[in-house]
T-cell receptor
Framework: ELKVEQNPLFLSMQEGKNYTIYCNYS?????LYWYRQDPGKSLESLFV?????AVKQEGRLMASLDTKARLSTLHITAAVHDLSATYFC??????????FGAGTRLTVKP | NAGVMQNPRHLVRRRGQEARLRCSPM?????VYWYRQLPEEGLKFMVY????????ESGMPKERFSAEFPKEGPSILRIQQVVRGDSAAYFC???????????FGQGTRLTVV
């Protein structure tokens, strides 16, 4: 059974600071996804990572994947208030099932 | 191209009633996934369907829950004899193929009173 662990679960940052969210998973997978969810809303796809060493960047967010270590990171650069949300990683499992981490609730303070 | 459409957005049911949640995938998508999200928690996989077939239902409770994706029409998640513990947000996602990313609907928030 695939287990997906995210940490930290809660993250409070000052604007302008950098931080990294970690996503570890327990069995081999070739697909990893990052999603953003605002309160009461659906999930917005941020990144799809399909190969070892993949790195993708969009604005202040950068995601990477190390399939050998079974680790993905979501790095936040110079945080701004608009980034406040819950961020989920999800790992591809079997027939494109996804198993989600518990989520990291990010609050960016002025 | 409309996104994944779920309805209703909000559903209130009394204990013992049936709840029917509908999901219309994106145009051309034949893979549908249902997830449940309890308050303050992550998403839990329930079932994966591909037109007329259930591929993986390992996340579905053994009783009262069923899902279908008929040849014509939306996918339906049905919960019979609802209980308070069924209150949650239910999200549907669809993808073009097994390898493509899945896109999520807005969710149906079920409240059992």
């Amino acid at each position: 059974e695939l287990k997906v662990e995210q940490n930290p679960l809660f993250l409070s940052m000052q604007e302008g600071k950098n931080y990294t969210i970690y996503c570890n998973y327990s069995t081999t997978s070739d697909r990893l996804y990052w999603y953003r969810q605002d309160p009461g809303k659906s999930l917005e796809s941020l990144f799809v990572l399909l190969s070892n060493g993949a790195v993708k960047q969009e604005g202040r967010l950068m995601a990477s994947l190390d399939t050998k270590a079974r680790l993905s990171t979501l790095h936040i650069t110079a945080a701004v208030h608009d980034l406040s949300a819950t961020y989920f990683c999800a790992v591809g499992y079997n027939n494109n099932d996804m198993r989600f981490g518990a989520g990291t609730r990010l609050t960016v303070k002025p | 191209n409309a996104g994944v459409m779920q309805n209703p957005r909000h559903l209130v049911r009394r204990r013992g009633q049936e709840a029917r949640l509908r999901c219309s995938p994106m145009k051309g998508h034949s893979h549908v996934y249902w997830y449940r999200q309890l308050p303050e928690e992550g998403l839990k996989f329930m079932v994966y369907l591909q037109k007329e077939n259930i591929i993986d239902e390992s996340g579905m409770p053994k009783e009262r829950f069923s899902a279908e994706f008929p040849k014509e029409g939306p996918s339906i998640l049905r919960i019979q004899q609802v209980v308070r513990g069924d209150s949650a947000a239910y999200f549907c996602a669809s993808s073009l193929t097994q390898q493509d990313e899945a896109f999520f609907g807005q969710g149906t928030r079920l409240t059992v009173v």
